[in-house]
């Protein structure tokens, strides 16, 4: 009976990871929106500028949140909903490539990125917000995206 538990909160678990996996997976679309609306509403050149240039650094790039369910993508320390508090269970950190063809240039009108995905980021507690988790202890999932207005 003991092995039978340990295996069954194992499953869970590993069904659990798979899941996250998936949600992250299925977050680039997301960020497009995302990103899309405050090119819309700024300017693409403003949006370029307000993402930094690739580094080593983490969690240094221009950062968005989102629900544990992948839905809800904003910009982090935007003001949430009081009355709803949401969780910031993945961390999205976009930065812009520094050189090369993938180099931004305002001429083409479209603004190449790199977004690394990461969590758990922050849980959502009866308590409120937990602290976030280290860099080292969040699993990560890196694509590219073009962003046009």
Do not use: K
Request: proline share 7%; hydrophobic share 55%.
């Amino acid at each position: 009976m003991t092995v039978l538990l340990a295996l069954l909160a194992s499953t869970l678990r590993d069904s659990s990871d798979a899941a996250d996996v998936q949600t992250a997976l299925r977050l680039p679309g997301a960020v497009e929106v995302a990103l899309r609306e405050i090119a819309a509403r700024e300017g693409l050149p403003a949006l370029a500028g307000r993402v930094p240039l690739m580094d080593a650094a983490a969690d240094r790039g221009f950062l968005l949140v989102a629900t544990r369910e992948g839905g809800l993508v904003r910009v982090a320390g935007a003001e949430a909903d009081a009355a709803q508090p949401h969780g910031e269970y993945f961390l999205i950190d976009v930065r812009r490539f520094a050189a090369g063809p993938l180099a931004f240039d305002a001429a083409r009108a479209v603004l190449p990125l790199q977004v690394r995905v990461s969590w758990p980021y922050r849980v959502l507690t009866p308590e409120g917000l937990a602290a976030p988790v280290a860099f080292a202890e969040r699993r990560h999932v890196t694509f590219n995206l073009g962003v046009a207005p």
